[in-house]
């Protein structure tokens, strides 16, 4: 019924870019917030931005200069953006819609939907 779904990881070098996606289905991408989250082994799992229904950006700031957010209403989408990108950017992000809160949060308890993952590799 709802669901995200991710796609666009892969294994880069350092100072490369990638472009990941969310798809979205059901309702969930017409709600009041939507966000990414990154999660490396042993490591509890971050956020890295959001972006609101009005297109209104916040990011981390690990990642605030070099990832960008943005979405495609029409066809369901929101992307990121991740450039510059370096070994501490490893680890698997997950796409997430807010349920919990009226207005985008940074916590994960907030999000009640979420994507499957996509991988990010980040080589010296």
């Known amino acids: 019924q709802v669901q995200l779904v991710e796609s666009g990881g892969g294994s880069v070098q350092s100072g490369g870019s990638l472009r990941l996606s969310c798809a979205t289905s059901?309702?969930?991408?017409?709600?009041?917030?939507m966000g990414w989250f990154r999660q490396a082994p042993g490591q509890e799992r971050e956020w890295v931005g959001s972006?609101?229904?009005?297109?209104?950006?916040m990011y981390a700031d690990s990642v605030k200069g070099r990832f960008t957010i943005s979405q495609d209403k029409a066809k369901r989408t929101m992307y990121l953006q991740l450039n510059s990108l370096n070994s501490e950017d490893t680890a698997m992000y997950y796409c997430?819609?807010?349920?919990?809160?009226?207005?985008?949060?940074?916590?994960?308890?907030?999000?009640?939907?979420w994507g499957q993952g996509t991988q990010v590799t980040v080589s010296s």
């Open positions: 997430a819609a807010a349920t919990g809160a009226p207005i985008c949060t940074a916590l994960a308890v907030d999000y009640g939907y």
């Open positions: 059901g309702y969930t991408y017409s709600g009041p917030c």
């Open positions: 972006i609101d229904s009005d297109g209104l950006e």
